[in-house]
Every structure is written in structure tokens, then in C-alpha cells.
């Protein structure tokens, strides 16, 4: 058990811990325009932190609260920093703000950059499914209940559908990025350890780095911290990459049985011969990338399941919940964004009609 929990470390998740050194850095910035920090240890302050941005981060996640890694992350800073600088530079980087409001911060910025990565993926997605559509546009088929013939229709309306189903989903997730836009830095109600303190010019200062960094306008927090609504709010929209995941899957799923053959299936399109061939089947073409959706799709609903269970490992209204939770989403969009493009530029851009098949 000792060895399993050293084993998953942050450097696999590493876009949590370089949030963490992002938002550092915008409070450095913000105290550095105020006249806070001098220009001598405002330039070490960010070059300490590139340089961390680069580390490794092979830090265990499991058994680590975000507040112990935070802490972790900030001493790291502080250690690259020269020595007759790194008073002033503690100072700039811990007055004034709870660290429990940086990590929060943290992971509403962290899912904002991921989410907008996906939503890129998507697009182009979105964009080869219609270009086939408009290529098939003259191609026959059949719309089908379970494998029984019904109407026949263009192939191009099997696209159409898919993009519609992308399309949706892709809709949810850009209208959802609104909701990550909490400034904790500046609303954390006291109650757990420090709270904002009113340095003259600081939040103005920092509101307004922050809003360049997320890109995005930013909301004080509407009522009381709790870590369980916190968490609640990242299961609902995880349920959104569920859902995208499940629209991935049908397209899989639907080419794969269209692609079936040459003799024993629909044999209706093929699909690029990323690992062609078989001893005994020759002309068979192995599906592997539409059959590598299906492990993705897998993955990501078994993440929505751990973010549930690690949400109910917190108590009452300041319990922070498990890091698996926040490990379990980064998991899921990534894999999820690695995985479109994957099956967008070597599966979808590739399917080609079968000529020979006469309806």
C-alpha cells in the first residue's frame, strides 16, 4: 500500500502544481506594480518560478492535502530565490491572502486552461466531421434500428448527426466556463486561518492580473466557503465530459460496425489502415483507434465514480475532500483531449466510402 501511494505523484497531473506557481506569480506581479516589492526581488520571484514550473513534481498525491502542497510549492520558490532576497520575497508571496484561497484559485484557473484546451479539440472535431459530411454528401446508406435496415439516406446525414451530438455537448461545456471564475483570493471569508487583509491598492492590483490571467471576469464568492459545494460543482461538470466521452463513443462505436468486414460485417466505409492486416483475415483492417475510445470512455467514467467517493471523504463544512477528486478530472480532460485529436487525425479525416458496395 506504501508503494502505491508513492506512486501516483503530481508530475503525471503536473498542470495543478504549475497553477498553484501561476496565481504565486500573479500575486507577485500585483504587489510589484503597488510599489510592494522591489524590483530586485520581483525579478528573482519570477525566475524562481519558471524554474520550479520545470521541476518534475514527482510529489505523492494520495495522503497530501492541497494546503500541504501549496506550502510545499511556495518553499520550493522560496529556496531558488538568493538568500539576502528571500525575506522580502516570503513576505510578497504569503501577506494578504489565505493560502487555502490560492489553491482554490488554483484549481478554478486549472480547470478553466483544460476546459478551453478541449473545447479546441472539439472544434476541430467538429470541423472534419463536416467536412465528411459535405464529401458523402452523395453516398447512400441506411439508417438503421439496431442492425436492421430502415430508411435509406445520404451518408452525409450519419456526419451531420455525429457533429450534432459534438456539437451539444461542446455547447455545455463552453456555456459551463463561466462558472470557474471565483476569486477566492479576494472573497474567502475568514474562518480558516488568515483572511484578506485590506493592503492599500493590493486586491484592486491583484483582481486585475488575475482577470489577465484567466481571461475571464471575475466574481467575488456569491456566500460561505464549502469545500463540499467546491466539489460538488467539479462532479457536475465532470458529468459534461461524461456526456462528451459518451458522444465519442457512439461515433466509435458506429464506425467501427460500418467499417466491420470485409465479408462477415457492413463493409459500408474503411477506415485508414493505422494496423492493417491479419494472418489468417487478409484484407482486415484492425479498428485500433476507434476501439482506443472505448478504453478512454471507460476511464473517464470511472473517474466521475472516484470524484463522488473522494467528495464524500470530507466532514462537515470545512473538510477538504481527497486530491483524488481534482487528479481524477485533470485525468479525464486530458485524456479525453489526447484522445479526440487522436481519433480526429488518424480515424475520422481518413474514413473513405466503400465503392464497391452497392445499395
Not at 467536412?131 to 441506411?142: D, G, I, L
Not at 455537448?169 to 475568514?190: A, F, G, T, V
Not at 473513405?352 to 458496395?357: F, G, M, V
Amino acid at each position: 500500500m506504501k508503494n502505491l501511494t508513492s506512486s501516483i505523484t503530481w508530475s503525471t497531473y503536473p498542470a495543478y502544481p504549475r497553477a498553484i506557481l501561476s496565481i504565486l506569480q500573479v500575486i507577485g506581479t500585483a504587489k510589484s506594480k503597488i510599489g510592494l516589492v522591489s524590483e530586485d526581488t520581483s525579478r528573482a520571484i519570477e525566475e524562481a518560478i519558471q524554474e520550479v514550473i520545470q521541476a518534475s513534481f514527482d510529489w505523492k498525491i494520495l495522503g497530501v492535502s492541497d494546503l500541504s502542497l501549496t506550502k510545499k510549492i511556495l518553499e520550493e520558490v522560496i529556496a531558488k530565490i538568493p538568500e539576502k532576497l528571500q525575506p522580502e520575497a516570503r513576505e510578497a508571496l504569503t501577506a494578504g491572502y489565505s493560502p487555502y484561497a490560492l489553491f482554490l484559485t488554483a484549481k478554478e484557473y486549472v480547470i478553466l486552461r483544460e476546459l478551453r484546451l478541449l473545447l479546441d479539440s472539439t472544434s476541430n472535431l467538429k470541423k472534419i466531421l463536416l467536412q465528411k459530411a459535405q464529401a458523402f454528401s452523395e453516398e447512400r446508406t441506411y439508417a438503421r434500428d439496431h442492425l436492421r435496415d430502415a430508411d435509406e439516406i445520404n451518408f452525409s446525414t450519419v456526419f451531420e448527426i455525429f457533429e450534432q451530438g459534438i456539437s451539444e455537448q461542446d455547447e455545455l461545456i463552453s456555456c459551463s466556463l463561466n462558472r470557474w471564475n471565483i476569486n477566492y483570493l479576494i472573497s474567502y471569508r475568514p474562518g480558516l486561518e488568515e483572511a484578506p487583509t485590506n493592503i492599500s491598492g493590493f486586491q484592486s492590483a491583484l483582481r486585475q492580473e488575475l482577470e489577465k490571467q484567466f481571461e475571464l471576469k471575475l466574481d467575488n464568492l456569491p456566500g460561505y466557503l464549502d469545500f463540499l459545494n467546491f466539489g460538488v460543482k467539479l462532479l457536475n461538470s465532470h458529468a459534461l465530459l461524461q456526456g462528451l466521452s459518451t458522444q465519442v463513443w457512439r461515433i466509435a462505436n458506429d464506425l467501427r460496425i460500418r467499417a466491420s468486414g470485409p465479408r462477415g460485417g457492413l463493409s459500408e466505409i474503411t477506415l485508414p489502415a493505422v494496423a492493417p492486416g491479419s494472418s489468417i483475415m487478409p484484407g482486415k483492417l484492425n479498428p485500433v483507434i476507434a476501439e482506443m475510445i472505448y478504453g478512454t470512455c471507460d476511464q473517464v467514467d470511472a473517474d466521475h465514480a472516484g470524484i463522488s467517493m473522494s467528495l464524500k471523504s470530507g466532514w462537515l463544512e470545512t473538510a477538504a475532500t481527497s486530491s483524488l477528486s481534482l487528479k481524477a478530472y485533470l485525468q479525464s480532460v486530458e485524456l479525453l483531449r489526447r484522445s479526440i485529436d487522436c481519433f480526429t487525425n488518424l480515424c475520422i479525416s481518413g474514413v473513405e466510402i466503400n465503392k464497391r458496395l452497392k445499395f
